[in-house]
């Protein structure tokens, strides 16, 4: 359905899309990831015509989507797009907001548009608000408003820049759950988006993206599961886990607590497991505390529903540096105390990498 060959775009020197190619069948759901600054919001303005490309070329049904005879309202009704920021406009109706586009672009009779619109406002629970202002709504509501309006003008694809992130928290899931429904009836579209469950849960594929160019693509247990690139693997975990670097004996160990218990809440774990990776924690860097002003580490901590664990790994480059075995006080206590507290507990080293790895179980 869509074909993208080599497609680069500029800002003035800058080279934002590198090369990208891809191909997208009818009935895809397709999820972008990628950190920010990636291109990911330029990638889906140019198959919209929203951004010219410097170069490539985009197929879409057979129809050149850069020629120079190409019908650019056309392009954007069978590919429409829905924006982080809803762009509805403000001092329409939810339901004028519906039917101003099949009115002007697609011909439809004021009746027609009409039922049209209440119609696609029921089908995405909002059939009550037709007449109210989208001032009214909450977030939520509004992008609700945006993908009724954008299937008022009957797309064959649907593009979503980042739908929920201007969102109250509470109001993510009513978003995902009408943009799930959307995929089950079979609609072809193409997402970017930080909800990574839900990218796993509605995608077919997943494209990650990094500088400028599709770095690794394929179905979502592989990209989330078993990425193969390095840059891949580095966002995934970053992503899933707690991370944190120490770079002097003065950290602020109350911000770093909240923000473990943040992850332990965020991963619902039982309060004792919640105590007992704290004082692990503080127990753990209390062996690095003499060394990080000349030798920094890196705390990861991953999570394993499955495997119900909790997996910590310290991770500093330098010379060999084996925090369980300190040469002036064999029997450390802190040690001992890790070891009672810790499911495995094992020091290995590569090149200049020195990692300790510890585990916890959760049940
Ligand atoms: P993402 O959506 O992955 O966060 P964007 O596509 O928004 O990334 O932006 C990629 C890069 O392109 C960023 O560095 C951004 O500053 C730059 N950029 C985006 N739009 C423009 C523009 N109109 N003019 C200049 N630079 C831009
Ligand atoms: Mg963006």
């Not at 101003?100 to 995405?124: F, I, N």
Request: proline share 5%.
């Amino acid at each position: 359905m869509i074909r993208v060959e080599r497609l680069a775009k500029q800002f003035g020197t800058v080279a934002v899309l590198k090369d990208i190619s891809c191909d997208i069948q009818k009935g895809e759901v397709i999820s972008i990831i990628g950190p920010s600054g990636t291109g990911k919001s330029t990638f889906l303005r140019c198959l919209n015509l929203l951004e010219q490309p410097t170069s490539g070329a985009i197929w879409f049904d057979g129809t050149n989507v850069l020629g120079a005879d190409v019908d650019v309202p056309k392009i954007r009704q069978r590919m429409n797009m829905v924006f982080q920021g809803f762009n509805l406009f403000s001092h329409l109706t939810c339901l004028e907001n519906l039917t101003l586009g099949p009115m002007r672009l697609l011909g439809k009779s004021p009746q027609e548009a009409e039922a049209k619109a209440r119609d696609l406002l029921r089908v995405v629970g909002l059939g009550e608000k037709a007449d109210h202002l989208p001032d009214e709504l909450s977030g939520g509501q509004k992008q609700r408003v945006a993908i009724a309006r954008c299937l008022a003008m009957e797309p064959e694809v649907i593009l979503f820049d980042e739908p929920t992130s201007a969102l109250d928290p509470t109001t993510v899931s009513e978003v995902l759950a009408v943009i799930r429904s959307l995929a089950r009836d079979g609609m072809t579209m193409i997402i970017v988006t930080h909800e990574m469950e839900f990218a796993r849960n509605v995608s077919s594929r997943v494209m990650y993206m990094d500088e400028g160019v599709i770095y690794e693509q394929g179905p979502p247990a592989q990209i989330f599961d078993h990425p193969t690139r390095e840059k891949t693997r580095a966002f995934i975990h970053r992503i899933r886990s707690y991370t944190q670097r120490f770079t002097s004996p003065d950290y602020d160990l109350y911000a770093m607590n909240a923000e473990i218990i943040a992850f332990c809440d965020k991963h619902i774990l039982p309060r004792t497991t919640r105590e007992r990776l704290l004082l692990v924690v503080e127990e753990a860097l209390q062996l690095y505390v003499p060394h990080l002003s000349s030798a920094p580490v890196d705390l990861s901590i991953g999570y394993s529903e499955t495997e119900e664990t909790l997996e910590l790994v310290w991770e500093g480059h330098g010379g060999p540096f084996n925090p369980l075995e300190n040469e002036d006080a064999p029997d450390d206590l802190g040690v001992v105390l890790l070891r009672g507290m810790t499911d495995a507990l094992e020091y290995e080293r590569k090149d200049t990498l020195n990692r300790l790895t510890m585990r916890l179980r959760t049940s």
